[in-house]
């Protein structure tokens, strides 16, 4: 196909807008090329001394203004701040967000944690603390556990009002399991004084006693099936509501038979 020719008129207009089309091109090149060359120049003849005072002139404008900390119960703020080395009037370029949560997750309560930046000024440090769950006894010494079974590196307070947890391996059970007693039978957790963790695997509880002078009853759980065999407490426990003489040790651990032995009268043990 042969192109359609232009007419004089429509051939100018064409030649006007090319020419108007390569100058812009042209005026864009010079303009790049310019820039380009000064800053060549401006790097060669200045160099580190301009980019020293471009920095300096950059940390003067964005500094720390705004310092929020959010999640903090056990902790204190100026725990974290003397952590993480944060202070209003520090540099945000200076901030090193991985480092600081790093020191954060260090300290005793800090499970988690979360360290943003916003320009030009602002800081925000988000965490989450660890929940106490159970005391732990090992070697005559009380740790304090979390939900997840690790220790959380605190005093402990005499009455702190957790469940005592006694053997080797109760860190890594004790948690789940009480979380699982409490979903099974939570009426024998306002009870539930201590939990020992046997070397078969099974555990023993100890429930308070509402006589002082009489000693913790002892629940002997089977290994398998302890809500089952809790439930078969309950019931039995409803039945004998009456009963004159209260529990010392309930042995649960036959499926379908429950052995009892009762504190002893005084006027029996005078005899």
Request: a positive charge; aromatic letters at 8%.
């Amino acid at each position: 196909m042969k192109r359609a020719r232009l007419k004089k008129p429509e051939r100018r207009a064409y030649n006007a807008r090319e020419k108007r089309r390569n100058g812009r091109n042209w005026g864009l090149f010079c303009l790049a090329l310019l820039m380009l060359t000064t800053i060549t120049f401006v790097t060669v003849r200045y160099g580190p001394p301009l980019y020293q005072k471009l920095w300096t002139y950059a940390d003067h404008l964005c500094v720390i203004k705004d310092l929020t900390i959010k999640g903090t119960v056990k902790t204190k703020p100026q725990a974290i701040l003397q952590a993480t080395g944060l202070y209003k009037g520090l540099p945000l370029r200076l901030v090193n967000v991985q480092a600081v949560q790093q020191k954060l997750i260090q300290l005793p309560w800090i499970a988690q944690a979360s360290v943003k930046r916003a320009w030009p000024w602002q800081v925000t440090v988000q965490v989450r603390e660890r929940t106490p769950a159970a005391l732990w006894q090992h070697h005559n010494q009380r740790y304090l556990l979390d939900t997840d079974g690790k220790i959380i590196d605190v005093p402990v307070r005499a009455q702190s009002g957790l469940v005592l947890l006694v053997g080797e391996n109760a860190p890594h059970k004790g948690p789940a399991f009480l979380k699982a007693l409490k979903a099974h039978c939570p009426s024998l957790m306002a009870h539930l004084d201590m939990a020992h963790l046997m070397p078969s695997g099974r555990w023993d509880l100890y429930l308070k006693n509402d006589d002082a002078a009489k000693s913790a009853l002892r629940l002997q759980l089977p290994r398998d099936n302890f809500a089952q065999a809790l439930r078969r407490f309950v019931v039995f426990k409803a039945q004998k509501v009456n009963a004159k003489h209260t529990f010392k040790n309930v042995d649960l651990r036959l499926p379908h038979r429950i052995l009892v032995t009762h504190h002893t009268p005084p006027t029996a043990a005078r005899r």
